[in-house]
């Protein structure tokens, strides 16, 4: 067995991504990809002659690899409209990869991508699977399902703009989801309310309608796909329960009767709340248009209290970031923890809805999200503790090393001990 197959790292706090107490004085054994056994401290010597690389990580964490389950790998927040149209598509792509590597550099090994433009997620998926690349592991749903007007500004008539999918009809829907099924997208994104963002739609308007999600979800489950609804308003919200969609993104308006639905269908909650919350702290240094602005400010007092009945409740939490909306940064995904948790997740719960519930939404909990015998490697190393301070997550310098698949990817100075 060569060095770089069997990895053993010593002495590390475990935080195992089950909410468990901390674990302490043991040494995960990593065999290739996996995790093969976790065994007392004891056990292993870090002395003796072993066919292995061995890892001091005596008074650092040991956490499972990140999970965002709402990014927009391909976007970038800085970027204006204009500007956006004006690159080429192979340079939106070389920016998707630079931002898929400032993803995992801080500590997210694995991202569920929903939406973006000519199918970059899916080619960059492929590569960084394939090795040309460093980067997250990529769950992708392609082109978002949408009706006319629920997402992209309708521009003069004479304006022609390529690559904006959208789909009035039964037919069109049905065409679209099993197209996309078939080019090979993980899940399939529908949108069943406006968005706040854009001056020309609106929130609490429906934009699916209840027969059209209802062909979408139909399609996908067909083939064990989950779908994914971003929904604000109310009317989004019960389309997209009724039709049986499996997380609800953002979920601005929640009553009582959605939350039972939720709990009953196992319905997942991605609160998004970073967007707002930095609306709101730059304030009148905010550069958005004013309308985008009044729109995210109502949205955002919404989303708490909704956030807030949901979590009372008991309905399951998982962090996404929305990274690639304006002032959301690829590479800084923890600020959406920061916000959870000042909107009352505990830092426990909190580190949770990126491992262990996170794997659960995308149904991958048998591979990864957890520090577990069997799990593939996917592990995050930390100089400081973040129950004291999920902040700490925050700073790349506290990240000292992350592991995918057993193959250290980013290292920040881990003290290795070759025997
Ligand atoms: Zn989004």
Known sequence: MNENNLKVLVGGTIIDGKGSDLIQDQAIIIEGKNIKDIVNINSISMDKKMDCTLFNLKGQYVMPGFIDTHTHIQMSGEQSEIQNFRESIPKKTLRAAFHARKTIEAGFTTIRDLGAEYLIDLGLRDAINEGLLVGPRMFVSGYKIMPTGADFPIYSPEVKIEGQHTMDS???????VRTLLARGVDLIKVMTSGRTFRETSSPDAYALSLEDTKIAVQEAHNQNKKVSAHAHGKKGVKIALQAGCDSLEHGTILDDQDIEMMLKNDVFLVPTLSYGKHIEMLGEKCTLPKYAMK??????KNRLNSFSKALKSGVKIAMGSDSGMPFVN???NVFELIAMVEAGLTIMQAIQSMTGWAAELIGVSDKIGVIAPGKLADIVIVDKNPLKDISLLY?????KGVIKEGKIEIDRGLKKKNS
């Open 395 to 399: 700073s790349k310098e506290n990240i």
């Open 330 to 332: 690829h590479g800084e």
């Open 295 to 300: 729109k995210a400010i109502k949205s955002r």
């Open 170 to 176: 039964p037919e069109e829907i049905r065409r679209e």
